[in-house]
């Protein structure tokens, strides 16, 4: 009797210790030549150049890979304080929208410009999601050079994905909204399928100066355009956009958008609206956007309200727009690096759908549909299909390529990347992420040219990765070594912002393109000096413009008077040297503005409006030689109506 | 009929006033780990209300269309406390009487409860798992999210185990108490 006790009393001991037998933590495991792999050692270089998107600080930041090291933070939509951008007189016209100076955004996606579906690594687009826009980024100066608004849009998520020659960059828009009047826009919420639009913009991109123009629109139906990527090689021609909400709701998407088996990809044939638009059959639209364009010359933005765009109407103009279904609001939709599969990531789907273009060709040729939308056919899901990969994880969002025939897709809901064969659908390796990975990017992969040794995981959520700050933390990111058969986690590092996107190229692309300064003799900024000797203070009106020179270690003039309360004062401040990292700063006491940040051989303005009396100093912010700290000035403001005399002066004393 | 051993009557009284603390900490404890939630979530259940990350749960579940758990979702925290009121009640009444028919009753009592606890628990995990809202974002098709009864259990990128918490186990105690006072009386005669 008593052993039974004992039984009895072991197994409720057991049943205790179960709980102890919770599962482990997920701490990862490192194998032994990992840190080796991300080792750069001092004087050398990473092997690629890592763009990434901000999302909310609205920036990109320049990272290297394989070491995860920050380059530099790159202002795009939000000003930067830092290096005066969005503060300087010169580059306000670059936050013009045409609701006026907008100074923030939400920066999701990049591309990087490609030529034969390669990187050429010329420029970087970056999308402003919340004041419809695209940037483009010149990668020699590594400077937002043209922001264009886009009209017609709202959430411009499905953006700048662009085609294999970089002949056009995209935005389709998330939110459908009304468009054309007031009248025809002022309508109530609730006629939303018959009022609202789904405008898909094409903007054309310079192959020389990489200038864009927006092309043309589609007017699609009123779905919620998430992504997009190109067609290329065998598909170039094409576009293919993500759909969510077909269910058309405009009120708690969370449930009244999860409600269809299956939205859509809708592909766009955009040579066919190339031919359309030479036989004139776009329709033109009286609209408002901004095109802001920076001049490497004049150091300067301008900004241009243009008034037009035009329109095609897919219901009308046939062969041009097809829908593929696909399960179940999908996010990502990416093209293979051969261009003939076309995978669609329906987040809330329980399998991975890869349907191939030559499948679809076909289909459209016979004619295989399934139904219409608004007269656009819907092709058949199974006649487009190449096949579903199965049990893939949960909640699949991206899909990006490594060019040896894998496709690696993101797992938000379990938190993994999948890799697979993308002829035969077969789960081939599963890695944990840390957590719930949104965006993939594997050097090279959304082109036709993948190099498969790197991938990078941008995760969503945090949690315990690193020392604690607070309520916010860093987002968390994580390099992948995917040479072998198994991904083998290499690094976790903190990243700038809210990463969404990201692309990376070889180093060799650009690295000896770099600008290192700009020419004195190519500066046409219309108040630039090109020596001391011009340095001067003029008055005009209540203006005063301080033409300033910065050279290793004075500003020239650094006593100024006869300035008075309510003057607008503009510094003009040229740095006139030429060599490399010698940028020089300026901060005025109280201003209420940001410092500039002057690169050798640019000029920038900076513009103070003093509003009491006294002697405000202005000093060299950057810390530029050894006598940095005697590289300051003085300027005595006096009162409104008073007459001191204008005088300025520089290394005069009594 | 025989009365019982002294040591017996201390023990029953010890069982049942063991059982008080049920008033004071929480009986049941459901936790989930996910790959985003390495820390785990945690509820505790208790005589008259529930207590942890029941609002997060609450949060995580509503996606594949499971009901809101809240206390008004259990009619059992409303006559619970006076159930178990009238079990300690009658086993202390045992432990003075010192009747064997009582102290047997007792433990059948314990051991009913225990039996009907369990049964509650399994129809209302059948329900939570099984009833789901139709309109629910993520839908797997044949995918059903009835926790575990009694330990652990893999639920799409959850794992959830199910088991007694402080309360739970000192209420086992008292039922091993209770085995021990019943073979030692079974014994005796």
């Known amino acids: 009797m008593k052993t ?35 080792y750069v050692p001092p004087g050398q270089y990473d092997e690629f150049y890592n763009i990434v998107s901000g999302g909310f600080n609205g920036q990109m930041s320049v990272v290297g890979l394989p070491s995860g090291r920050v380059f530099k933070i790159l202002p795009v939509f939000s000003v ?31 591309s990087i410009s490609t030529t034969n579906a390669e990187h050429d690594a010329r420029w970087a687009f970056g999308n402003a999601n919340n004041t419809p826009r695209i940037a483009r980024v010149d990668l020699t100066t590594f400077k937002t050079v043209e922001i264009i608004e886009i009209p017609n849009s709202a959430g411009n998520h499905s953006s700048p994905y662009i085609t294999e020659n970089t002949e056009y960059v995209v935005a389709g828009t998330r939110f459908s909204v009304p468009t054309g009047s007031d009248e025809n826009r002022d309508v109530p919420i609730s006629t939303y ?21 927006l092309s043309f629109q589609i007017e699609a139906p009123p779905f919620n355009f998430d992504l997009a990527r190109a067609g290329k090689k065998k598909s170039h021609g094409w576009f293919f956009f993500s759909t969510y909400n077909t269910e058309m709701a405009h009120t708690l998407l969370e449930v009244n958008a999860s409600q269809k088996d299956k939205d859509y990809i809708m592909a766009v044939n955009w040579k066919k609206a190339e031919e359309y638009i030479k036989q004139g059959k776009g329709k033109k ?9 920076w001049d490497e010359h004049t150091h300067t933005g301008v900004s241009t309200i243009k008034n037009e765009v035009l ?13 593929i279904p696909c399960p179940k609001s999908p996010h990502g939709t990416d093209t293979d690096p051969t261009g003939e599969y076309i995978i669609g990531s329906g987040k809330l789907a329980a399998i991975i759908p890869v349907f191939s ?19 656009m056919p819907v092709l058949n899901y199974e006649s487009v299909l190449h096949g579903e990969v199965q049990k893939p994880g949960l909640g699949p969002l991206h899909t990006e390529f490594d060019g040896k025939g894998f496709a690696y897709t993101s797992m938000f809901v379990s938190s993994e990347i999948v890799k697979w064969n993308i002829e035969t659908l077969e789960v081939v390796d599963r890695v944990p992420t840390y957590y719930s990975v949104g965006h993939l990017m594997i050097p090279g992969g959304p082109t036709g040219k993948p190099h498969g040794k790197y991938m990078v995981a941008y995760n969503k959520i945090t949690k315990d990765r690193y020392l604690p700050t607070g309520p916010e933390l860093a987002h968390s990111a994580q390099l992948y070594d995917i040479s072998g058969d198994k991904m083998q986690l290499l690094l976790d590092f903190p990243t700038i912002g809210e990463p969404h996107y990201a692309e990376a190229f070889p180093a060799s692309l650009i690295m000896d393109k770099q600008v290192k300064f700009y020419k004195m003799e190519d500066n046409n900024h219309p108040r630039a000096l090109k020596g001391i000797n011009d340095a001067r203070v003029e008055r005009d009106g209540n203006k005063i413009h301080i033409y300033l020179t910065s050279i290793r270690s004075n500003f020239r003039p650094d006593n100024i008077e006869g300035v008075r309360v309510g003057d607008e004062v503009y510094f003009h401040m040229t740095n006139l040297e030429q060599d490399w990292d010698v940028p020089h700063g300026l901060a005025v006491k109280g201003a209420n503005t940001a410092e500039l940040l002057v690169m050798p051989g640019e000029t920038a303005t900076l513009k103070w409006v003093p509003d009491r009396v006294g002697i405000f100093p202005f000093y060299c912010t950057d810390f530029c030689s050894a006598l940095h700290q005697e590289m300051q000035g003085y300027i005595r403001v006096s009162a409104a109506g008073s007459n001191t005399p204008l005088k300025f002066s520089t290394g005069e004393a009594e | 009929m025989k009365n019982l051993l002294p040591i017996n009557r201390v023990l029953v009284l ?59 979702m259990f009619p059992e925290f409303t006559y619970l406390i006076y159930v178990f009121g009238a079990i300690i009640g009658f086993g202390i009444l045992s432990a003075i009487i010192a009747k064997k028919w009582m102290v047997y009753s007792f433990f059948g009592l314990i051991v009913l409860m225990g039996i009907g606890v369990l049964v509650d628990m399994y129809i209302w995990g059948y329900d939570y798992g ?18 575990p009864l009694i330990g652990y259990k893999q639920l799409l990128n959850f794992l959830s185990y199910s088991g007694p918490d402080i309360g739970g186990w000192i209420i086992t105690v008292s039922a091993l108490i209770m085995i021990v006072v019943v073979v030692t009386e079974w014994r005796r005669k």
């Not at chain 1, 205790?16 to 482990?24: I, L, M, R, T, V």
């Open chain 1, 4 to 38: 039974r006790m004992w039984l009895l009393a072991g197994a409720a001991i057991a049943m205790a210790f179960a709980y102890g037998c919770k599962p482990k933590g997920a701490q990862s495991t490192i194998s032994g030549d990992a840190a080796s792999k991300v």
């Open chain 1, 80 to 110: 930067h304080p830092e290096n005066g951008y969005g503060f300087s007189e010169e580059t306000k016209p670059m936050l013009n929208t045409s609701n006026g100076f907008v100074p923030w955004d939400d920066l999701h996606h990049i």
């Open chain 1, 193 to 213: 399928k018959e009022n609202f639009k789904g405008h898909i913009s094409f903007i054309s991109v310079d192959p020389e100066s990489g200038q864009m123009d």
């Open chain 1, 285 to 293: 639209q009286s609209v408002k956007y901004a095109h802001n364009v």
């Open chain 1, 311 to 323: 329109v095609l109407d897919p219901t009308e103009l046939k062969d041009m727009v097809y829908f």
């Open chain 1, 357 to 375: 273009f030559t499948k679809m060709l076909k289909a459209i040729e016979n004619e295989d549909f399934e139904g219409s939308l608004q007269g």
């Open chain 2, 14 to 72: 010890i069982a049942a006033l063991l059982m008080v603390s049920a008033y004071f900490t929480p009986l049941w404890q459901i936790s989930l780990w996910a790959p985003q939630y390495p820390e785990g979530l945690n509820m505790k259940i208790w005589i008259d209300k529930l207590s942890g990350d029941v609002d997060i749960i609450n949060g995580v579940n509503h996606y594949i269309g499971m009901k809101h758990i809240g206390v008004e």
């Open chain 2, 130 to 147: 099984h009833n789901l809202d139709p309109t629910a974002a993520i839908k797997v098709p044949g995918m059903a999210y009835q926790p």
